[in-house]
């Protein structure tokens, strides 16, 4: 089983940039297609992009599509999400978490603590 941290957020203006890291414990890392997720005070986690085991297939939702890119580096067990362009509406907690495929998102373990991304307009 993979166990999951999230780093990197924080405050930033918009129009800026921030990068979100997913750190892995485990041996199987490379074997999960992995996802980040979002979740806004009282709204819905919602899906945000996922990426194969390889990075050969990535998905994003049509809210973040050309101002994220996701990426991973399977030596280092760890997944980043290069956040660009940034809007107060990506202001949310950021969980990051294995999922059935990068065109299927849903998560397959259990949630980690986030990593808070505040965006000030």
């Known amino acids: 089983q993979v166990q999951l941290v999230e780093s990197g957020g924080g405050l930033v203006q918009a129009g800026g940039s921030l990068r979100l890291s997913c750190g892995a414990s485990?041996?199987?890392?490379?074997?999960?297609?992995m996802g980040w997720f979002r979740q806004a005070p009282g709204k819905e986690r919602e899906f945000v992009a996922a990426?194969?085991?390889?990075?050969?297939?990535?998905n994003y939702a049509d809210s973040v599509k050309g101002r994220f890119t996701l990426s991973r580096d399977n030596a280092k067990k760890t997944m980043y999400l290069e956040m660009n362009s940034v809007k107060p509406e990506d202001t949310s907690v950021y969980y990051c978490?294995?999922?059935?495929?990068?065109?299927?998102?849903?998560?397959?373990?259990?949630w980690g603590q986030g990593t808070q991304v505040t965006v000030s307009s």
């Open positions: 978490n294995a999922v059935i495929a990068a065109d299927t998102p849903r998560a397959l373990g259990s």
């Open positions: 990426i194969s085991p390889y990075g050969r297939t990535r």
């Open positions: 485990g041996r199987t890392f490379s074997s999960y297609s």
